[in-house]
């Protein structure tokens, strides 16, 4: 089979769909104006903002005034986190979340705890990354002011049970925030059907532009904004407003949102032929994550007896975008606290593949995929300590 | 991230095997780590005939075993014993700060390997 280019790493990010650039463009050199300006220039700019914030609102059944934008999926978690946790820090101290989270999430989790005297229930989950809701209520005290537990994982696809766990915090009273910027493109992100209080949003993940994102916080839910300055997003975050990035997000949102379900019949169609080959076509290789209630895109692994990093080299050099959680794959030397957190020994959680499918994706790159895996891992095995004294 | 040296070595490694009847092994690295180098080696006068290498590791992990292994096959012991984990990052044009252990790696296990030998060689010898 001929050298393919494949791209199979959209959880990593996505191409910016044209549809989306075009609606983006204008917004550079002729619509440039500060939103926040009086004269014609600005308000034209103002409006843009205000279309793409009502575009947002009707996806997430919420209103205008309740969509943040803000520059990233991991400002939306810091400002749904710090905000939260500051605002309420009379009352309580303690957040419950998971042990699978984004960094984004368990990283600033940490710091609260470190510096600044917050307590931080980290639930465990079950083999496939599943978080049980009746831990999350058996975890809740009387200091308890945030819950965070993430729509669906970056890693392994799992969908995690928001709509209970949302039950549960409406119960106790206690903000409820997700992190949903895997599920973006892909998932119902009806709040009121999701019981959430906060919901993230990150435009990179659906075929929008890096740089903007979007916090959704329920009327009534008070924070302390952590980026303060201009009166911008109804004081909840300051900064001159990225326009482009805006309406960049906005548009992607639609189109995504607007073709869901048959994208995600495509997209299933093409993973379940992915996985099952996969896992027909080498031994000792098994799918993490839940096999149902997983992201309709996401095919990811653990190959026994190879490293992340190898099968990664060995799938670029065959034209093939891919990522890992391995040790060596991650900046910090650690490997995935998702897959050890789901029970996965260290040394099978080196071996871990992610795919992630795309709307690009077509069945001859599946077809691709299926061909070269199997010399890569062959190759790297027999070089492989562990693989001989296994087999 | 890596050379093109780093890469010829990964794609195309030195050594990769083991010896069945080896004078000594060495074994550095854990498999929860992430990484685990084994070297085999045959001695005769003194000298390294043959070396080969396992890896369980990433890009760099494979590069640096399998230029290690070239540049101490055909020394002497003693020769061996002084390669270093820069003299083999060096070989490769280099690695990315964040891989330099590896290269450590390799170094320790030929060292590993080395004693190894060295050890059952007294071994041998009457008391």
Redesign the interface.
Known sequence: MAKRTVYMDHAATTPVDPRVVEAMLPYFTEGYGNASSVYRLGQEARKAIDEARADVAQTLNCTPREIIFTGCGSESDNLAIRGIAFWNRDKGNHIVTSSIEHHAVSHTCEQLEKHFGFQVTYLPVDKYGRVDPTDVEKAITEKTTLITIMYANNEVGTIEPIAEIGEIARAHKIPFHTDAVQAGGALDLDVEALKVDLLSLSAHKFYGPKGVGVLYLRRGVRLLPPQTGGAHELNRRAGTENVAGIVGLATALKLAQGHREENNRKLIALRDRLIEGVLSSMLDTQLTGHPKERLPNSASFTIN??????LL?GLD?MGTAASSG????S?S?E?SHVLLAMGI???VA?GSLRLTLGHENSDEDVDYLLEVLPGIVERLR?????Y?TAS | M?SEKV?NH??N?HN?G?IEDPDGVG?EGN????????IFIKVKDDRIVDIKF?????????ATSSMATEMVKGKTIEEAMEITNKAVAEALDGLPP??MHCSNLAADAIHAAIEDYLEKKRAKQPA
């Open positions: 007896y190879v490293e992340g990093e190898g080299l050099m391995s040790a060596c794959t900046a030397l490997p020994p260290p040394e080196h027999s070089m492989s300590p562990l001989t | 890596y890469m990964f794609m490694p990769v083991v074994k498999p929860i780590c992430g990484d685990l180098m084994e396992r890896t369980f590791g990433c890009g760099a992990a494979i964040i891989k």
